[in-house]
């Protein structure tokens, strides 16, 4: 058997949960049609997050316990990608402290863009890590914005132990214009559901799904999971009767508590369908957008070990209820809040200074001193370690996925902040070194001297003059997120 | 350890502007306000000053950069100025830059300015600004109260005090330093308050509430110094003289040794206490230091720095305050002008006010708030920075054979 295909996964959700009931209570007034949208949550990234950090953060639940030094490529599939032009794979690559010598690769374009990615990887020889993610952008009061979610999922295709195998693939492409959104627009424009159900999901996407079953010479019927990115459950429903798909086998769009995550979604969902399957069962894989992906897996012996750091329904559990409507429209720049003259700092980010310290920067790279031990970040020509002085004796010593404690912290009200008051203080690592960040997902309640934290990938702060993003890595409770 | 300069340098004139919200001033004019009383202090024509120091925080702000605005807005008589700029520490520097000038002998007579005109930033508080383009990269830009409010934790944790303990503690502090302020004529807040308004007052940066924190403050405040010799010629029988002046600046490894420093205090502060007390010939501060004015730009940093001084014990700074020690009749008196909480905090100007403060007090000078006992020996602790990376800068001066 070959030893190439799928060799792990994994998911990021966002930790708040929007209240749909909070969306619809505000725009009742003026659309009053949502109301049978109202029930549930969905998934909201925070003001920190986007499309590259949710990536990071699914990498990197999917490469734990990988060998980082295997991946040979990355790409990064969405359609709300922060730049235009900055590959965003580049900037996921040196968060991951993943090699120089890797390919990278942005995709996007289309709702399919991650699937396109997947058959791609499959179809190749190379180890590529796969990743779809997408922040969300909807009117307020739209149906968009009740059924979205944000979030991020990555699959890691390569040679090695795969968890399953790719048994046959098959796409279909026509312009077929369900939605669309012109370059440098904000919001997609939306066509009749009734159309798209019709002619797009019961016709183009069920089709193809029919095709790579006759072409495979497997009965739809002998699917056991089957992975359908569509948010209304009817159509689902529909779409199962005509291919006659065995009852229970489409797998859970987490429409209820999380949204219809984007790009990203058809990853997510076969991360949960991998998680469920058993050895020797078939998971079919669908992408819709200007056509469709279809993609027919086989679950290997190897599955049954596949146990995630962190499972779809821990991370599903791990979310916080949030009513705050008002916040959500403020952090996705759909209400411009007074945010006087404090936020005015200039956050001009010079090309050259984060080159030279992007590994510090990006991949939160310390140093160790191989004379002394001694731990620290940022690194530096001569040692911080006061016995003994040690002049370029340092090595690189990465801290992003090492468990941190709280040594001092506070919870300022005074300095600009999207998100008041900005937790931040001093962290000690477990195993040396030391660092003063900004705290994320944090209250009142969960922080205290000794606390132990985690580093995650964030918006550190927006130059809104040149419209360029600047990360940093920040710390979350060590719990948070099912870890 | 160095010689020092005990003795070595004698203060001649000083000068303080009315410190507070001078919408109608800038820094220039402020500048010759502190100037005009300086001078006339000291007795002496502008000519006689043979070089100056100029102290400013936030010159992006105010008055631009190098030591042209002092020459110009003084029209000192073409001698070499230079600008000194150290966080809030910035004052003190001044002054040191002034006094070393006189102590090495090139100098006969040194000027030292601190100025900050900050009310022309739009709203309260210090400027938010870099802090340098890696730091931009990876450090937090927290605001003043939200740095300094972080000792509070680990000091609670490390030494078992209650919040509530702490809490009252700190609030002694700001309701002392109000009540110093009223009695003081210039300073910028001057009105007595209680302690439960300190307590129930709005959260800043979480333990520090509203009274826990200094404003900040337009200003300016200057010293001419000189040999004691020529101090007597000029007529002091009895000059106030530098015993010491000590300034550490943190080398970052409170910011980046894990394990390493605590939380609970600032180790600069220590370093520099040591070698000033080395310097002035001082063994037992608490008992041989008869004034202090610290940097209370915070409550809880006035708190530790009981400590850190050496004059409370580690762990029992909160206990001292609560016990009256360094209110303005107390032991010691701490802040008997106000503060930084209450006098006022125009950056660049700080250190050199509270030098003000203490040859006022050693003169005899003080007016309304001057200390009876007739002190001989005063301390000013000026910081600059943040907890975990900061300059901290001692002068001790005091009448002669003290």
Redesign the interface.
């Known amino acids: 058997m070959s030893d190439f295909g799928i060799l792990s996964c994994g998911v990021y959700l966002p930790r708040r949960r929007l209240d749909r009931s909070a969306i619809y209570a505000a725009n009742r007034w003026f659309a009053p049609g949502l109301k049978g949208l109202a029930r549930g949550h969905r998934a909201i990234a925070n003001w920190d997050e986007d499309a590259v950090t949710m990536a990071v953060e699914a990498a990197r639940a999917c490469l734990d316990g990988c060998d980082r030094a295997a991946v040979e490529g990355l790409t990064l599939a969405s359609v709300t990608h922060p730049f235009a032009d900055r590959s965003n794979a580049g900037i996921v690559k040196e968060a991951l402290n993943l090699s120089d010598g890797i390919a990278a690769l942005d995709a996007g374009g289309s709702m399919r863009a991650a699937t396109s990615a997947l058959r791609d990887a499959l179809e190749g020889s190379r180890t590529r890590l796969c990743i779809g993610s997408n922040l969300r952008k909807a009117r307020p009061a739209s149906e968009a914005e009740l059924i979205q979610g944000d979030g991020a999922a990555a699959i890691l295709i390569g040679r090695g132990t795969p968890i399953a195998r790719l048994v046959a693939s098959h796409s279909v492409t026509v312009d077929f214009v369900d939605h669309f959104r012109a370059s440098g627009e904000i919001f997609d424009y939306q066509w009749e559901s009734r159309w798209v159900r019709e002619e797009g999901h019961l016709a183009i996407l069920a089709d193809t799904v029919q095709a790579l079953l006759a072409e495979a010479r497997v009965a739809a019927g002998d699917i056991d999971h089957v992975v359908l990115p569509i948010a209304p459950g009817g159509t689902i429903k529909a779409i199962a009767r005509k291919l006659g798909l065995k009852d229970g086998a489409v797998v859970d769009t987490l429409s209820a508590e999380i949204g219809d995550t984007g790009v990203g979604h058809s990853l997510l969902l076969l991360a949960s369908a991998l998680e469920r399957a058993a050895p020797g069962e078939r998971i079919l894989v669908a992408g819709f957008g200007q056509g469709a992906d279809v993609l027919l897996f086989e679950a290997t012996e190897a599955i049954a070990d596949h146990r995630p750091a962190r499972p779809i329904a821990a991370c599903v559990q791990d979310g916080v209820v949030d009513d705050n409507y008002m916040r959500f429209l403020f952090h996705r720049g759909l209400i411009g809040l007074e945010r006087g003259i404090r936020a005015e700092l200039d956050q001009k980010q010079p090309g050259t200074t984060l080159y030279r310290k992007r590994t510090a920067v990006l991949g939160l790279v310390g140093s160790r001193c191989t004379v002394t031990g001694t731990v620290q970040f940022p690194p530096s020509g001569i040692s911080v370690d006061p016995n003994g002085r040690n002049q370029g004796t340092q090595e690189d010593y990465p801290l992003a996925d090492r468990t941190a404690r709280i040594v001092s912290y506070t919870a300022d009200a005074l300095g600009h902040s999207p998100d008041p008051p900005t937790y931040y203080g001093t962290l000690d690592f477990d195993g040396g070194g030391r660092l003063v960040t900004e705290f994320a997902e944090v209250g009142p309640d969960d922080v205290e001297v000794g606390r132990a934290m985690r580093m995650v990938f964030r918006v550190k702060a927006e130059d809104e003059h040149r419209h360029f993003t600047k990360y940093f890595w920040k710390a979350v409770p060590l719990n948070e997120g099912g870890a | 350890m160095a010689r020092g300069i005990k003795d070595r340098v004698a203060i001649v004139g000083m000068g303080c502007s009315r410190f507070g919200e001078r919408w109608n001033d800038d820094a220039e004019t402020l500048m010759v306000e502190a100037f005009d009383e300086c001078i006339a202090d000291a007795g002496i024509d502008v000519s006689r000053i043979d070089a100056a120091w100029l102290g400013v925080g936030f010159e992006a702000q105010n008055i631009g950069p190098s030591g042209i605005p002092l020459a110009t807005a003084l029209r000192l008589p073409d001698i070499g100025v230079t600008k000194v700029e150290n966080y809030c520490a910035t004052g003190t520097d001044s002054f040191r830059g002034a006094v070393y000038a006189v102590a090495s002998g090139a100098a006969d007579i040194a000027l030292a300015m601190g100025v900050e005109k900050l009310k022309d ?3 309260g ?1 210090l400027p ?3 802090r340098g ?2 730091f ?12 300094f ?6 000091y ?2 490390k030494h078992g005090v209650s919040r509530d303990d702490l809490k009252r503690a700190m609030a002694h502090v700001s309701v002392k330093s109000h009540a110093n302020g009223a009695k003081n004529p210039k300073a910028h807040l001057r009105k007595a308050i209680d302690i439960e308004t300190v307590l129930n007052a709005p ?4 333990p ?1 509430g509203l009274f826990d924190c200094c404003g900040v403050s337009d200003g300016a405040a200057c010293a001419i110094v000189t040999t004691p010799e020529i101090a007597r010629e000029l007529g002091r029988a009895d000059p106030v003289l530098v015993k010491s002046i000590q300034l550490v600046t943190s ?3 409170e ?6 420093w ?2 609970t205090y600032f180790h600069t502060t220590r370093k520099a206490a040591a070698r000033a007390y080395a310097e002035a010939g001082v063994t037992d501060p608490r008992e041989e230091i008869d004034l202090l004015e610290v940097h209370d730009c915070f409550s809880i940093t006035e708190l530790v720095t009981m400590e850190d001084l050496f004059i409370s014990k580690e762990g029992q700074a909160w206990k001292d305050i609560l016990d009256g020690f360094y209110d303005a009749d107390g032991h010691t008196p701490c802040q008997i002008d106000g503060g930084l909480k209450c006098f006022g905090h125009p950056i660049g100007a700080s250190g050199l006010r509270m030098i003000y403060e203490n040859y006022l007090q050693l003169q005899g000078r003080a007016g309304e708030r001057q200390r009876a006992d007739g002190p001989k020996l005063a301390l000013s602790h000026n910081l600059g920075g943040a ?2 990376q900061n300059v901290s800068a001692i002068t001790i001066v005091g009448l002669e054979g003290a």
């Open positions: 930033t739009g709203y508080g938010a600004r870099s383009l890696n931009d990269m990876y450090g937090v830009t927290g605001s003043a109260p939200g740095n409010a972080q000792i509070a934790a680990p609670r944790a959260m800043i940066a979480e520090l080398n970052g490894w910011l980046q040794h894990g394990g390493g605590d939380g907890p975990i």
